[in-house]
């Protein structure tokens, strides 16, 4: 089973941006794939982003790409993910997902961080 | 990338079987075998259930089962349980490297 453990909660304001992160092990980072996954408050889950094994493939959902980006470190066995030029509309808990190389499935996810962008 | 559109809701009593549906594009749902299906239950994180479309990952009860036809993928779960109740999630991959959930399907035990 793979450990991911994400960040706390942030609260900011329309227009700030915010910082993600998610803790894995130096394995995990060279066999899966991360993806971020967020849900709205009462809503479904959207997928938002995905770094590829190597971290060579990023890929980003439609809506959002130009506002979010996924990057990782390999030191620190960890993935962030920055959203920018927030609003209500992101207020959400995000989820970090890890994806064995090609099953095209979440198997573990992290137990998500709470954002509230409000004024 | 629209969401992939469930019913809002499905119920059923104890025993019972019901199936929840999953209806997406030959872009996502129609052009790859590669469905998957979480659970969810309040305040949790999500919970592989089926993946590509229909296997079962290690620990899951075999009473889910997953199946496709053209844009639109099912998941099955008889002899329903107490323990079932809870929001479950359909997601295709939809090419490139991108993936679109469907819109969840609360499933409630009478």
């Known amino acids: 089973q793979v450990q991911l453990v994400q960040s706390g909660a942030e609260v900011k304001k329309p227009g700030a941006s915010v910082t993600l992160s998610c803790k ?12 971020w996954v967020r849900q709205a408050p009462g809503q479904g889950l959207e997928w938002v ?12 959902a439609q809506r959002l790409q130009g506002r979010v980006t996924i990057n990782r470190d390999i030191i ?3 993935v962030y993910l920055d959203v920018s030029s927030l609003t209500s509309e992101d207020t959400a808990v995000y989820y970090c997902a890890s994806e064995v190389a090609k099953t095209s499935y979440f198997d573990d996810w992290g137990l998500g961080t709470l954002v509230t962008v409000s004024s | 990338q629209s969401a992939l559109t469930q019913p809002a809701s499905v119920s059923g009593s104890p025993g019972q079987s019901i199936t929840v549906s999953c209806t997406g594009t030959s872009s996502d749902v129609g052009g790859f075998n590669l469905v998957s299906w979480y659970q969810q239950h309040p305040g949790k994180a999500p919970k592989v259930m089926i993946y590509q479309v229909n296997k079962r990952p290690s620990g899951v009860s075999n009473r889910f089962s997953g199946s496709k036809s053209g844009n639109t993928a099912s998941l099955t779960i008889s002899g329903l349980q107490a323990e079932d109740e809870a929001d479950y999630y359909c997601c295709s991959y ?3 490297s991108s993936y679109v959930f469907g819109t969840g399907t609360r499933v409630t035990v009478l």
């Open chain 2, 94 to 96: 939809a090419g490139g």
């Open chain 1, 49 to 60: 982003a995905i770094i590829s094994p190597g971290g060579d493939v990023t890929d980003y």
């Open chain 1, 76 to 78: 620190t066995s960890t």
């Open chain 1, 24 to 35: 894995t092990s130096a394995n995990t980072l060279t066999t899966h794939y991360i993806h």
